[in-house]
């Protein structure tokens, strides 16, 4: 398996943990402060990508997705009321976050659609051709190993469904991505820790952005790894990406 800069990027330098680990462990501590963050540091800008993504999944009409790195599930229920499927299972490696998913889902009664668990990307808990659709947002980058992780989501796909996957992109426009890089680099880990007293899991936020191979270089991983009619669209001046790709 290949090996790419962001695989190395990691949240805490001077810990020994692998990146898995130590993204599980940064993800226990934000948890309570995730879902607020979001929201406040996008601007809410983070549920509209979410819907468009989800709706790049609508011509296959899926019955059955999964979620890899669900978090505290706002696509999966996302996707249970712009979808209707008949079942949604999320996978995360992060306890903390599928607690706080968990409460969500039984606060919208939605117990008997969507089930979380703790799974891991690069070993996914199921038989090959079991989803109609995977769904992946904001967690790709998180992967210890992308293509490994890309390649179990292929394995667990029924031939003919659909990956979709929502990253964080860098824009090339140049005001745009002076504001960008300031409010990434400035803002953004010193409103994390305000909140969340973890400034290093904004700060990693951004070095594993810039490292992530994006655009093209994304769709050709895609390729490489079988997947077919691979497409990639920038969402509010490439500051985030929808990626596609049907097994």
């Known amino acids: 398996m290949t090996e790419f800069a962001h695989d190395t990027v990691v949240p805490f330098k001077d810990s020994e943990l692998s990146k898995k680990d130590q993204v599980a462990d940064m993800f226990n501590h934000i948890a309570g402060k995730y879902d607020f963050l979001n929201r406040f540091l996008s601007i809410g800008i983070d549920v509209i990508w979410r819907k468009k993504a989800l709706k790049h999944l609508k011509s296959i009409n899926?019955?059955?997705?999964?979620?890899?790195a669900t978090g505290t599930a706002d696509v999966a229920i996302m996707a249970s009321n712009l979808l209707?499927?008949?079942?949604?299972?999320g996978i995360d490696i992060s306890k903390g976050m599928l607690e706080i998913g968990r409460k969500k889902i039984d606060k919208k009664g939605l117990q008997d659609v969507i089930k979380l668990q703790l799974g891991d990307s690069e070993s996914i808990d199921f038989e090959e051709n079991t989803f109609d659709a995977v769904t992946v947002a904001f967690g790709v980058r998180n992967f210890q190993n992308l293509e490994k992780g890309l390649s179990e989501i292929n394995r667990v796909l029924k031939p003919g469904g659909k990956l979709m996957v929502l990253e964080f992109s860098k824009p090339t426009t140049p005001l745009v991505k002076r504001i960008y890089t300031f409010y990434m680099k400035i803002i953004t880990p010193n409103?994390?820790?305000?909140?969340s007293k973890n400034k290093e899991?904004?700060?990693?936020?951004?070095e594993s952005i810039k490292k992530f191979p994006e655009g093209k270089e994304f769709i050709e991983i895609l390729n490489q790894?079988?997947?077919?009619?691979p497409?990639?669209?920038?969402?509010?001046?490439g500051i985030c990406s929808i990626y596609c790709g049907i097994k």
Do not use: E, M, N, R
């Open 62 to 68: 899926p019955k059955t997705i999964l979620d890899v």
């Open 84 to 89: 209707h499927p008949q079942q949604i299972i």
């Open 191 to 195: 409103i994390g820790k305000l909140f």
């Open 201 to 206: 899991a904004y700060a990693y936020l951004d």
């Open 225 to 229: 790894l079988g997947y077919q009619q």
């Open 231 to 237: 497409y990639c669209k920038p969402l509010s001046a």
